[in-house]
């Protein structure tokens, strides 16, 4: 299993920018998806997921601001985060999971500079 994600980088505060993560090795149609992110010095944190009927969830931090959405046919997850803060800043992680199973990316760095 590869989760491939990407879209990272370096915005100012209240700048956007679009996360996607392909993934590869799972029939990712029946996958649910999600985004966590972690800081530097806390936990990873759930940011976003989806299911693989498409409920979405979100961190109370990040609604309004942030949405995640899958292209099945691609077999990417995407996150378009709009109105950034400084406190978005974090390195983003892909994850699927199915039953037992479960898989994570390498995490994509987005930093937000006030």
């Known amino acids: 299993v590869q989760l491939q994600a990407s879209g990272g980088g370096l915005v100012q505060a209240g700048g956007s920018l679009r996360l996607s993560c392909v993934a590869s090795g799972i029939v990712f149609s029946i996958n649910d998806m999600a985004w966590y992110r972690q800081a530097p010095g806390k936990q990873r944190e759930l940011v976003a997921g989806?299911?693989?009927?498409?409920?979405?969830k979100y961190a109370d931090s990040v609604k309004g601001r942030f949405t995640i959405s899958r292209d099945n046919a691609k077999k990417t997850v995407y996150l378009q985060m709009n109105r950034l803060k400084s406190e978005d800043t974090a390195v983003y992680y892909c994850?699927?999971?199915?039953?037992?199973?479960?898989?994570w990316g390498q995490g994509t760095q987005v930093t937000v500079s006030s």
């Open positions: 994850y699927s999971v199915r039953g037992r199973y479960e898989s």
């Open positions: 989806i299911t693989s009927g498409g409920s979405t």
